[in-house]
C-alpha cells in the first residue's frame, strides 16, 4: 500500500515537471480522492516543528503555487508547518520575511531564507531543514547547505 501511494507521489511529480517545462497549466487542487489526506491537528505537547515538519512533507509532492493537502510549494509548505505549530505567517516568502524577526541564533522553528528571499525552509535544528524544493528534489529534510546560493537569514515568528 506505501509503495503504491509513493509511487503515485513520483509519478504525479515527475508529470508535473513534464507539464511545467512545456508550459501547460497545471491544475493546483487536490488530485484525486484515492490520495487525499485527512489534515492532522497536533496537540500542544506535541509540538516538536521537526516531526511535525516531516509527517506533513511525507504527505505532500511539490507544485508550484500550489498550497491544499497535496501538493504545496516552498511558502505555502513552510506556512502549512507554522500553521500546525500555532504560528500564522503569510503566504509568500518576501511576506514571511518581512513578518519575522531576523535572528541569529536561529532554533528549530524558525524560518530560513534563501537567495534573497527566493526559497524558504522550515529550520529543524542542527544545521537541517524540511522544505519543498521542486518536483525533481521534493518535498523533505536536507541540510540548509543543499540549497544553491547563499543563506539570506533565519526569521522567527
Do not use: W
Not at 500542544?44 to 521537526?50: D, G, L, M, P
Not at 504527505?59 to 508547518?81: E, H, I, K, L, T
Amino acid at each position: 500500500m506505501r509503495r503504491n501511494i509513493k509511487l503515485k507521489k513520483t509519478v504525479l511529480a515527475l508529470t508535473t515537471a513534464a507539464l511545467l517545462t512545456t508550459g501547460i497549466a497545471v491544475p493546483t487542487h487536490d488530485a484525486d480522492a484515492a490520495t487525499k489526506k485527512k489534515s492532522v491537528k497536533y496537540k500542544k505537547s506535541s509540538r516538536n516543528v521537526a516531526s511535525v515538519a516531516r509527517s506533513i512533507a511525507a504527505n505532500r509532492v511539490y507544485r508550484y503555487g500550489a498550497n491544499n493537502s497535496y501538493a504545496v510549494d516552498c511558502s505555502s509548505f513552510a506556512q502549512q508547518v507554522m500553521r500546525a505549530v500555532g504560528k500564522n505567517v503569510p503566504r509568500t516568502t518576501y511576506a514571511q520575511m518581512r513578518a519575522g524577526k531576523p535572528v541569529y541564533s536561529p532554533k528549530a522553528g524558525d524560518l530560513v531564507f534563501f537567495n534573497g528571499g527566493s526559497h524558504v525552509g522550515v529550520y529543524i535544528g542542527n544545521g537541517q531543514m524540511v522544505d519543498a524544493l521542486n518536483p525533481y528534489e521534493g518535498v523533505r529534510q536536507r541540510s540548509i547547505y543543499y540549497i544553491h546560493g547563499s543563506i539570506t537569514g533565519f526569521y522567527r515568528y
